[in-house]
């Protein structure tokens, strides 16, 4: 055990009341009934009561997002390690509470706990493509902010490696935040101690709607000859809807990906009314605005998506204009198309946020205008299992 005593060598000399200092690491107990898997973590501590180790036993646990109890556990530990973000870096407990417990054909999701006695102290995400990429899966985790450094976020990162493992993922992709200036943070420090690599840098930013209306007026961007602009709410009409599956199909090959390990998908008009029954079972609506080229093909799509359970915040979702109908100034004109549909839908808006890669300048260009901020830096990490 020289690895253990070194480890308590390096550790501070003491916390205050109940808080473990980082300690000796190891699993005693793992099993698995059903899908659920349950480990009991157990590390020797350092105390400030005057013992020189104590133990503390935190469970590794799978929670199931329909009891609700444990589910707003699950959030308010996300919530707390996501506090110190510019932004709006964790969604509404209404939007996690319909969200999470609800089917989704797209993607399936499997939340970790990690329980101390009776509090949840460290959080897990693990989200699985269903339709394409089914090598790869999103693994998140946010850990107590009081609980840090603990070896927490070690034992939850491992645990979704396994649950993604053994559903026949081989790459894990993940999310660290940084400070605007890029440099510093847990998250980052976390990632690469994790053995992720960053496979792409991108810019969070930030529109607050009072900037938007102030800039509105100069923004006055004419529809290019010929075309037009059919805006809906997350119901795509009929006469478009196979159009439409084609250009989002186009954008996992179109948007800047870095090193990211993602394949293109092909929306079938099934695919397209599955999830937008989805989005409209839990109440999330998708502002959309098409370009209709002059032969009727959709051209360029851009929505702007709202939980009604939080109408005070806004995201941008997807933003595409087909190769073949580019340099005509679509991406501005959608983009004001929705963000006018949404301010005049939910007059309480004060927020839009959206993310997109350093390297797109076309698009970094479009959000400026609009009076987009970048508040935070993104980083996109990828581990091969
Ligand atoms: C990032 C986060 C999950 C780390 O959780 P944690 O329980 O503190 O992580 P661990 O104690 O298991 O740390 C594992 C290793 O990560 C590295 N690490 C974690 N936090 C670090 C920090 N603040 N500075 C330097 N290294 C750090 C260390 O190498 C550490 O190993 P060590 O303690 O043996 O040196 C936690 O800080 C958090 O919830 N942050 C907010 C949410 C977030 O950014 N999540 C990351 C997206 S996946």
Known sequence: MSGAGSRW???????????????????????RTGDHVHHVLRYRVRRSDGRRYGRAVVDIEQINPRNLAALRAWWEVGQAATAYRPGTPWPAWETSRVALPADNPERGV??????????????AILIRPLEENLHTATAIVYVRPDRTREGIGR??????????????RTTLQSEAYLPPDGSGGASEAFASAMSYAVASRESIKELALEDYATRRPDLDVPVPEGYRVVTFDTVCPEEHLESYGRLLGMLLSEVPLG????????????????????????????????AIAPDGSVAGVSDVRIDE???????????????????RRLGLVLKLATHDLAVATYPSLVSVDTSNAEVNTWMNAVNEALGYRTIETLLELQKRL
């Open 259 to 290: 090193d990211l390990d993602l394949e293109d998908s092909a929306w079938t008009p099934e695919r397209v009314r599955a999830a937008e029954s989805r989005l409209t079972g839990i109440g999330r609506h998708m502002h959309t605005a098409l």
């Open 309 to 327: 359970s939080d109408p005070v915040h806004g995201q941008v979702g997807i933003t595409i204009v087909d190769p073949a109908h580019r340099g």
């Open 155 to 168: 034992r939850l990162a491992e645990e979704l490696e396994v649950v993604a493992a053994g559903d026949g």
């Open 9 to 31: 060598s390096r550790a501070p000399p003491c916390r205050s009341v109940a808080g473990p200092a980082p300690g000796y690491l190891r699993t005693w107990w793992t099993g």
């Open 110 to 123: 499997t939340l970790i706990g990690a329980i101390d006695g009776r509090e949840m102290v460290g959080a």
